[in-house]
């Protein structure tokens, strides 16, 4: 295990390394959060998690070449690698939902490695979580403390209530900084909107979402579909308000599924999630190719689950005293853009550097709305263009025969590729994938804090 002595894992130690940091979650956001801090060269770093236990939960996640970078330059990438899937080509298929023909297809291989120094990886959620709580328990700066569920929070006086579920005991927990990565369903957004007036806009997307893995050893007798297990590819078969995403992961021995669907399930329903019904998931696709059909049929009844998609509206305020939200809590987005891991991660470098960079613990708060500017105009941007590219998967026949017919007459790839699926447009790639958060922040960090502290700025 590395010293824990005030040192910056990488340079030298930030000012106000011993300051107390309390992180609550231990998702993507908040053990990012925690080894992006401790690498800075904090000590004092606190993560409350409510599970009693960090499972092997979950399903496919995207690492694309952005979320690399930041894995790469943390030292953690090895798991990732490992156990991943590097995707040489993403397919689209079949407008029609009979033919099943390949209408536009992407090569990743030599385009991401030349263009942005790190290849597109499929992984199971598992592994990229696991390498960030090793990475960060490894500093020996942070300490991981679970079971433990938050009650209240203190925004006057930057300290949170929390409770153990095995004893019911509560405490107060007094902090300099904390950092809510709480979730898509987070408390401390809840409170935080309470205490200034705002409102979280959420919306119904009318869709839900089927999350399935498919084992290889479940198609060991279907030639056709072990392909798709070795295939380093991605395949998205899109239909008209419907669309099914597969990609293989865990070093090809999965396969995982990710649908949308009409939501005809959760109308009168509070919960976001349900155990789906195998039977209505057949049927909802029942018009999909037969290898798809085959695919989602091989999956057990109890792994069927079901997600409602809702769609919020980027978030006017992330930061209330010195406590901030960060990932899904500040910018919750629709799964059509790869980006929701890659992005919390990019938040979780932001704000270790924004809060290496201060002398004062009087100058948190600004460092706090620093982070805020920094990061909140890239996440509204890929929120949008996440619930863009849900409308563009899901159109009519006239709508998507047109759009096709544009793909293949003007909106083509570097090597003549016909792109309809915004995820493997060049454009895209260059604006997700070029961008650098570490050199951002680093570059503008200082004016931004000036501005701050002459209030000069206003954050709406």
Excluded at 83 to 90: D, K, L, N, P, Y
Excluded at 151 to 162: A, I, K, N, P
Excluded at 211 to 221: C, E, F, H, L, T
Aim: hydrophobic share 40%; charged share 25%.
């Amino acid at each position: 295990m590395a010293s824990s002595s005030p040192t910056k894992l990488n340079g030298h130690a930030p000012p106000l390394h011993d300051i107390r940091i309390h992180i609550v979650g231990a998702g993507m956001g908040g053990m990012g959060s925690a080894l992006s801090l401790a690498r800075q060269g904090f000590t004092n770093i606190t993560v409350w998690e409510q599970a009693l236990y960090l499972d092997e939960v979950g399903a496919g996640i995207n690492i694309p070449p952005n979320c690399g970078r930041i894995l790469s330059r943390w030292g953690v990438m090895g798991i990732c690698k490992a156990e991943g899937v590097a995707i040489e080509r993403a397919n689209v298929i079949d407008f029609d939902c009979e033919t099943d023909e390949i209408i536009s297809s992407a090569g990743y291989s030599q385009h991401m490695i030349h263009d942005y120094g790190f290849p597109f990886i499929t992984v199971h959620r598992a592994a990229l979580q696991k390498s960030l709580v090793r990475g960060a328990l490894d500093t020996g700066r942070v300490q991981l403390i679970t079971d433990q569920v938050i009650t209240e929070y203190d925004f006057d006086r930057t300290r949170l209530r929390v409770r153990d579920n095995d004893t019911d005991e509560m405490e107060w927990v007094d902090a300099d900084v904390i950092i809510a990565a709480d979730g898509i369903k987070s408390q401390a957004r809840q409170v935080m909107y309470a205490k200034i007036g705002k409102v979280d806009e959420v919306e119904d997307s009318g869709q839900a979402a089927y999350r399935i893995m498919v084992k290889k050893s479940a198609v060991q007798d279907d030639p056709e579909l072990l392909k798709f297990f070795s295939s380093k590819q991605s395949f998205r078969w899109i239909g008209e308000n419907r669309h099914v995403m597969g990609y293989p992961i865990n070093a090809g021995e999965l396969f995982n599924i990710s649908t949308s669907q009409p939501d005809g399930h959760f109308v009168a329903a509070e919960s976001w999630t349900a155990l789906g019904n195998k039977s209505d998931m057949l049927a909802t696709f029942s018009d999909f190719p037969k290898r798809v059909q085959r695919l989602l049929a091989a999956v057990p009844e109890h792994q069927v689950l079901e997600w409602r998609l809702r769609e919020h509206k980027p978030l006017p305020v992330w930061v209330t005293g010195n406590i901030a939200l960060l990932g899904d809590s500040c910018h919750p987005t629709l799964p059509h853009l790869a980006q929701g891991a890659a992005q919390a991660l990019e938040d979780s470098v932001a704000i270790g550097i924004v809060l290496s960079r201060i002398k004062k613990k009087e100058h948190i708060h600004a460092a706090l709305m620093v982070y805020q500017k920094l990061r909140k105009p890239r996440t509204d941007w890929a929120v949008s263009m996440a619930a863009a590219n849900s409308l563009a998967l899901h159109q009519d026949r006239s709508a998507r025969e047109a759009a096709l017919k544009a793909a293949r007459e003007g909106l083509v790839g570097d090597a003549g590729e016909a792109v309809v699926d915004k995820l493997a447009s060049r454009e895209l790639h260059d604006k997700l994938f070029k961008y650098d958060i570490a050199l951002e922040a680093e570059q503008h960090f200082s004016q931004m804090l000036t501005e701050e502290l002459m209030g000069a700025v206003s954050i709406s």
